[in-house]
């Protein structure tokens, strides 16, 4: 459930003395990367149309396993492409169509947004009013908004970041109650409506909210007030218990030699915050119904639409692309990711959805929307993986050192090598040489360097020409 959107890394701070040849652009979600892609030359696409570019693009993407789902394209009301790429079944060899259904994480939460606003609008609740007015003895109730809610400007510490509470809880019901009350167990993390931290636990509240103000379960009061009125017939939230040809499964790992389906998160978990399923055919309903007013009011949809914090509107990330405002948001959930972008200026919608968990989706949302612009997008290079030997890889387990502030932490875990950063989450690096890795939807090479002695010695980045390098420590 956690968001995957664009944050600037304090890597580029702590490696700048590194990278003064060259302009560089680092980028983190939850992982630990530097994004780097081969600029496309200038011939490529002069032929072709844009659905044909696109598809190329998402191609590549699916040819290296960095994209495995369905993807959506729309312009002035107009599909331009909407095809699914790899497989929604390993087992069976089903493929992903367009009717595939995945679960979303945290688009959830334009969701709950809206129907939080749907009250404001019919003067149920008000956005201002103190958390305490609805969950009687919420520690620092009265000074925690609805709108600190929306925001995640309310420092309430987010329950998906506790690792071992997720482990335990994920495939198995859990009462709103129970939820709630580990939630309150926790300190905040700052002092309400001083600063932002995308909070699971912010949006778990509001869909106690809603049930208490609409007087249903909020799974109903979503199918009522925006699932049934869109005809979005192919969404819901019970993933575990969804019976349907077109259910994809999620996969934890997903590679030429491996696949390993992931756990299903149980939805009384994911809740308010990332519980809905859904095709994209459905969210492009979805889409279109903000142009009409169908189910947001004109003012409603500017309060979601106006950031806050982080550019942090109510359910939606705000920003710019190419001159047009861009409201954008994705989401991560066990063996599945997600994005979405809406650019009212140009009706655009793009909607990717993946059941491998792919990390760098807005990226290839960005490069779609370059090509429906005509500007110069990234292509990936071809990567070939290869499963080197656990012994090969146990020998880079350790700590890899950039600047005294900075390092970076090798993992083995499971026969794979994982990367992590200091208050990070951990990501898988794919071999393409024994001594050479990648990581999926960026092109980034990381290699392994052995001294004289053939005593391991250091850790390369490499990205456009520029290179970083850690030295191991330990």
């Not at 890394?9 to 302009?23: A, E, G």
């Not at 892609?37 to 200038?42: A, E, G, H, K, V």
């Not at 979805?286 to 947001?296: Q, V």
Request: aromatic fraction near 10%; proline fraction near 4%.
């Amino acid at each position: 459930m956690r968001c995957l959107h664009k944050m600037k890394s304090n890597l580029k701070s702590n490696l700048k003395s590194n990278l003064k040849s060259k302009p560089c652009v680092l980028s983190v979600t939850i992982r630990v990367y530097i994004l780097a892609f081969l600029m496309i030359s200038p011939g490529r696409g002069i032929s072709q149309t844009i659905p044909e570019m696109v598809d190329e693009l998402l191609k590549a993407y699916s040819m290296q396993r960095s994209f495995n789902g369905v993807a959506l394209v729309g312009s002035k009301g107009a599909l331009l492409l909407q095809k699914g790429y790899g497989l929604q079944n390993v087992k069976t060899g089903t493929l992903n169509t367009p009717n595939t259904i995945f679960q979303t994480g945290s688009l959830t939460k334009q969701f709950t947004a809206a129907i939080i606003l749907q009250l404001q609008d019919e003067k149920k609740l008000a956005i201002q009013d103190p958390l305490s007015k609805y969950i009687p003895g919420y520690p620092e109730g009265d000074k925690i908004t609805l709108e600190m809610l929306l925001a995640h400007t309310a420092g309430i510490f987010s329950y998906t970041n506790d690792e071992s509470f997720m482990r335990r809880a994920a495939e198995r019901p859990i009462t709103l109650d129970s939820l709630i009350a580990y939630i309150k167990s926790r300190p905040l993390d700052f002092q309400p409506g001083t600063s932002f931290s995308y909070s699971n636990s912010g949006y778990v509240l509001l869909g106690a909210v809603i049930e208490k103000v609409t007087g249903r379960s909020y799974f109903r009061a979503v199918r009522e007030r925006i699932l049934v009125p869109l005809g979005m017939d192919h969404s819901g939230f019970d993933f575990h218990a969804l019976k349907s040809a077109g259910k994809a499964i999620g996969y934890r790992k997903l590679s030429a030699t491996v696949n390993e389906p992931a756990t299903v998160v149980d939805s009384s978990l994911s809740y308010a915050a990332g519980g809905l399923y859904s095709t994209a055919a459905d969210l492009y309903k979805w889409d279109r119904s903000l142009y009409g007013h169908r189910i947001l009011s004109d003012t409603s949809l500017k309060q979601a639409f106006t950031p806050h914090r982080s550019k942090y509107g109510y359910g939606w990330f705000v920003d710019t692309t190419f001159g047009s405002i861009v409201m954008m948001h994705g989401g991560t959930i066990s063996g599945f990711s997600c994005f979405m972008a809406h650019i009212p200026a140009s009706e655009t919608c793009i909607i990717l959805l993946d059941n491998t968990g792919a990390p760098d989706l807005p990226r290839i949302g960005e490069n779609i929307d370059a090509i429906l612009n005509d500007r110069p997008y990234d292509f990936p290079e071809p990567r070939q993986e290869i499963v080197p030997d656990t012994a090969v890889l146990s020998q880079y387990v350790g700590e890899y050192r950039f600047s005294a502030e900075f390092s970076i932490t090798i993992t083995l875990e499971n026969g794979e090598l994982m990367a992590a950063a200091p208050g990070q989450g951990k990501n898988e690096m794919f071999a393409e040489k024994d001594n050479l890795f990648f990581m999926k939807g960026v092109d980034t090479r990381i290699e392994f360097v052995k001294g004289a002695t053939g005593r391991l010695e250091k850790m390369i980045f490499r990205q456009e020409g520029v290179e970083t390098t850690g030295i191991k420590v330990r």
